[in-house]
């Protein structure tokens, strides 16, 4: 593999030397600085992205504040509009949205017709009750809406659909697969095979589309249920033909290739990955047994660190190396500091200001506006200026 | 470089081999073209030398197949990737990540290259193909052009000694293509990159070709030699080489330059067999005159050709067969029609041509309803195709879609009829008899073969029979030709004319000029989604460098489209 490796880069270098030769115009405008690794201008590591838009997420799940949560949405929402590249997946928020929304409807709809334990006394409506047999009780159909059973649901609601907001502005930023390059090369074949399981959802869309439109001019109407059952066949067929034609694209351009590595490298890789997983089942088992605190945190580190010392040795035998890595780089502190930031600080407000974080139904209180966190969660903008803005599309 | 010794693949199942015998060399630095009717194991060929015959498709390779020493037998595909790079028929498939830039890197990146190896080739291979503008693209949003430019691009970087292409120009357009064969060219006469490379539209490619191997039929051995050698005698053969064997010159002439220098003689008996009978445009219709009658009408019919009574069993409720009135589209903004207006009368042939994205098959879907126009009418024999319930619509119109199989649900030929007949509650067998008259040949095909099974041309006739069962006045086509071979194309062309002979308008769009010369009354060129040209077949491509065929270049200033009218008008000259 070694001298294989050096013997094609001996020719190549010629080769890319002719290349040059060929094309001396347009090649000095575009000439690399060798040997150097330059991320691209205009990305941050998508690490970053991910790490700041789970502490908003995390924040979110510290507080039912109606007003913080709005808070909250908008300024992952203005991040998201300032700085979302212009791609096909950067689209994938407004689905998330609308899934937040749907989220939010479908507690509201349950807290209205499953009716709650709250004890409320602004009655709003009273529903029609169904009544359920005995081995039914405790759950309630119908009956009296009240003013504070609603509030508890928005809030609730509104909780988890910041959540899910959060989550597409991950998805939005920085795709999943931009993520997965980051992975240890050990994990990269994984990974790869993650890639084409998440490619594999939007393409059959595209064919269950596809496929009712033909439907259409076969003269059967296209819409319906039974429509998307007879598609069904064919369009399973046509993605188990597209995936094996995507393993056959992948396999000739070299994916899967291995490296010999010496046994004992190889049994080594395989005592330390073994060995460190059984580590971290011990280690759980004892952190969650009563009897076990003692030797629970110890076990679980020592066995993390030998799983990721195996990973890492099990990278030598792929020969893969990457193209242009993602580089961690100040920008990337400052955008993962600023939503740290914000988890913390609403972390710290839930303990100090439960009131407030945490405004109460019974009795019925309007939200206040708890000004320290308000204040915190602006700084989950600071990503909106500091990184610099997506490229135009050409 | 390439070498085959005496081999022969079997595929699990198959009692016979596909191909066998082969045994052949393609020497270093030199473009070998891979030609032949379809099913002759063309593709088996080509993937056995990358290793994925019969590594990942199974099957039984006997002989030896080597790619720069490597033996297939004991090399897998992956470990043969740094010498061979190898593009299927479907650029989509090929793609493992999402951008450009990516994409270009990720062969390099499989085989371990070093980092500002890596980044200096990629840099390379963008300037060398012309993508430096589209590198942090989506793959997904680029034109079918720029994929298939970057599919090669992707194996192009980790420097393979040999080059592996099934089909590249196929699915583009005819400036697409002629990029893409640059690029190839380029490879060829600079880096000295070997390339072996199979492709139906020889027209396109053959000038390109140092030695071309011909598997004449299935189960025949494989032929080497010079093109023309190979031309002479070939079963496929691109225009050029149909009028060079008619006019009877050799060495065949094979560009359209050379033969051009041969043609001032058949340029003179053309003209006097064409001033001997009538001057003028009537030269074109005399050639044909059935089809070509209503492009140029001659003066027995009316004026007025929508008078013409349609032969069709049921004529359409409006003299047109279809009227599109200021039709305008708005999707991505790279996909929209702006302000079409076009008229169809039963009978005539009309090809949409144009760039790959430029709103030919937007502008299909909206005729049979898929699309609702944004503003403009559209109305397909007194119908609005989006208001119409599927199940009437198909007795006004019918599109066989890109790829015919998305028309075909059933598991069998028998059943597929069967469901048609149903669907268009015409009489049981009408799908059947529909078929067997599109395609003869048809009648070997057992009844209970999986769609799947049958050949491009075979899959496209039942698609068709499928189609045309509804007894659609109006009927549509978009990309009909792609991966037919010669025989295929003729019968298609064959059931085409007779088709807008019984009063069917016929609509395809295609990339296709030789196919569109042949049968096209009318020729409409669409660019970014409006009209810029329309007319007579003559007229519009002979007048565009990129879409007219090779026989009206060859001959031009005359206006003859295809080598059968030239034949035609020799051979009534000679009688009278």
């Known amino acids: ?394 | 470089m390439i070498r085959f010794e005496d081999v022969s693949v079997t595929y699990d199942g198959a009692t016979e081999p596909t191909v066998q015998g082969i045994d052949f060399e393609v020497p270093e630095g030199e473009l070998v073209l891979l030609v032949g009717p379809s099913g002759t194991g063309k593709s088996t060929i080509l993937n056995s030398v990358s290793g994925l015959v019969p590594h990942f498709t199974g099957g039984t390779l006997r002989g030896r197949v080597t790619v720069a020493g490597r033996d297939t037998r004991t090399h897998k595909p992956r470990e043969l990737a740094d010498v061979v790079g190898t593009v299927g028929q479907d650029p989509i498939s090929h793609f493992v990540t999402d951008t450009v830039e990516d994409e270009l890197a990720y062969g390099m990146e499989s085989l371990g290259l070093p980092p500002d190896v890596m980044r200096r080739r990629v840099e390379e291979t963008l300037d060398l193909l012309g993508l430096t503008d589209l590198r942090a693209r989506p793959i997904s949003t680029l034109s079918g052009g720029q994929q298939q430019r970057v599919a090669i691009g992707s194996v192009l970087t980790p420097h393979p000694q040999a080059l592996i292409l099934d089909e590249p120009t196929s699915a583009l357009d005819p400036a697409a293509a002629e990029e893409v064969l640059a690029v190839l060219q380029r490879l060829v006469h600079d880096l000295g990159t070997t390339i072996l490379m199979a492709e139906h539209r020889l027209e396109r490619v053959i000038q390109y070709a140092d030695q071309i191997a011909l598997l004449p039929a299935q189960r025949e051995p494989l032929r080497l030699g010079t093109p023309a050698e190979i031309m002479a005698e070939s079963p496929v053969y691109p225009p050029v080489v149909d009028l060079g064997r008619m006019a009877g010159w050799s060495p065949l002439p094979l560009t359209v330059r050379d033969a051009r220098r041969r043609a001032s003689g058949l340029r003179q008996r053309l003209a006097q067999a064409a001033g001997s009978r009538a001057a003028g445009a009537a030269r074109v219709g005399a050639a044909a005159p059935r089809k070509r009658g209503q492009a140029t009408p001659a003066p027995a019919q009316p004026p007025r050709r929508w008078f013409r009574k349609p032969t069709s069993a049921t004529p359409p409720p409006s003299p047109h067969a279809a009227e599109v009135q200021a039709l305008t589209i708005h999707r991505t903004p790279t996909r929209a029609l702006t302000s079409i207006t076009l008229t169809l009368t039963p009978g005539e042939t009309l090809a949409l041509m144009g760039r790959n994205g430029a709103g030919k098959s937007t502008l299909l879907n909206t005729l049979v309803g898929l699309i609702p126009p944004t503003s403009g009418t559209v109305r397909t024999g007194g119908a609005v195709p989006h208001r119409t319930p599927p199940r009437d619509l198909i007795r006004h119109v019918g599109l066989v879609p890109q790829e015919p199989r998305d028309l075909l649900y059933a598991d069998t030929v028998a059943a597929e009829c069967a469901a048609a007949d149903a669907d268009a509650s015409a009489a049981p067998g009408t799908c059947r008899t529909l078929l067997t008259d599109l395609l003869p040949g048809m009648t070997d095909v057992p009844d209970d073969t999986h769609p799947r099974d049958l050949s491009e041309g075979q899959r496209l006739a039942l698609a068709l029979a499928v189609v045309l069962t509804a007894r659609p006045p109006l009927l549509l086509l978009d990309e009909p030709t792609r991966g037919l071979d010669y025989a295929a194309k003729a019968r298609l062309a064959t059931a085409l004319k007779n088709l807008a002979a019984e009063g069917h308008a016929i609509v395809l769009a295609t990339h296709d000029v030789e196919l569109a010369a042949e049968i096209a009354d009318r020729v409409v060129l669409l660019a970014d989604g409006e009209i810029i040209a329309d007319g007579p077949a003559a007229d519009v491509v002979v007048a565009s460098p990129s879409f007219a065929p090779q026989v009206s270049k060859i001959l031009a200033p005359q206006k003859w489209l295809t080598v059968a009218q030239v034949k035609d008008a020799l051979g009534s000259s000679g009688r009278s």
């Not at chain 1, 970053?48 to 908003?56: D, F, G, Q, V």
């Not at chain 1, 334990?117 to 029609?128: A, C, M, R």
């Not at chain 1, 000004?371 to 602006?378: Q, T």
Request: aromatic share 6%.
């Open chain 1, 1 to 394: 593999m070694v001298d294989a490796s050096a013997r094609s880069c001996g020719q190549s270098c010629r080769r890319a030397a002719r290349v040059g030769a060929t094309a001396p115009r347009r090649r000095g405008q575009a000439k690399p600085t060798p040997a150097q690794h330059q991320p691209r201008p205009t990305t941050l590591h998508p690490g970053a992205w991910w790490l700041w838009s789970l502490s908003l997420g995390i924040a979110a799940t510290r507080t039912t504040n109606p007003l913080l949560l709005t808070l909250l949405i908008v300024t992952s929402a203005y991040v998201v509009a300032a700085r979302r590249p212009h791609t096909p997946w950067a689209r994938s928020y407004s689905a998330f949205v609308k899934l937040a929304l749907a989220v939010l409807l479908i507690r509201l709809t349950f807290a209205v017709t499953l009716g709650s334990p709250l004890p409320g006394t602004h009655t709003l409506v009273t529903l029609p009750e169904v009544p359920l047999p005995d081995w039914a009780q405790g759950i309630r159909l119908g009956g009296k809406v009240t003013a504070e059973t609603l509030t508890f649901a928005f809030y609730d609601g509104l909780k988890l659909a910041t959540l899910l907001i959060c989550v597409g502005a991950a998805n939005a930023l920085a795709s999943p697969t931009r993520l997965l390059k980051s992975l240890p090369g050990a994990l990269y074949e994984m990974g790869v095979a993650v890639v084409v399981a998440l490619t594999f959802a939007p393409n059959l869309i595209a064919d269950v589309q596809r496929l009712r439109a033909a439907r259409r001019l076969r003269g059967r109407p296209d819409s319906g249920l039974r429509g998307l059952l007879q598609v069904g066949l064919p369009v399973l067929e046509g993605a188990l033909e597209r995936s094996v034609a995507l393993a056959a694209a992948m396999d000739a351009r070299g994916y899967g290739r291995t490296a010999d590595v010496p046994p004992h490298v190889r049994r080594t890789t395989t005592t330390l990955t073994l060995g460190g997983l059984l580590g971290v089942c011990a280690g759980t088992y004892g952190l969650l047994t009563a009897e076990g605190g003692t030797y629970g945190i110890p076990v679980l580190l020592a066995g993390v660190t030998a799983a990721l010392a195996g990973l890492r040795l099990g990278g030598r035998r792929t020969p893969r190396t990457r193209y242009r890595p993602d580089l961690w780089g100040a920008r990337a502190w400052l955008v993962t500091a600023s939503g740290a930031a914000v988890a913390a600080a609403l972390a710290i407000a839930a303990v100090r200001d439960p009131a407030a974080l945490h405004p109460t139904v019974i009795p019925l209180t309007a939200p206040t506006f708890p000004l320290y966190p308000a204040a915190a969660i602006l700084l989950g903008l600071l990503p909106a200026f500091v990184t610099p803005p997506p490229e135009e599309p050409s």
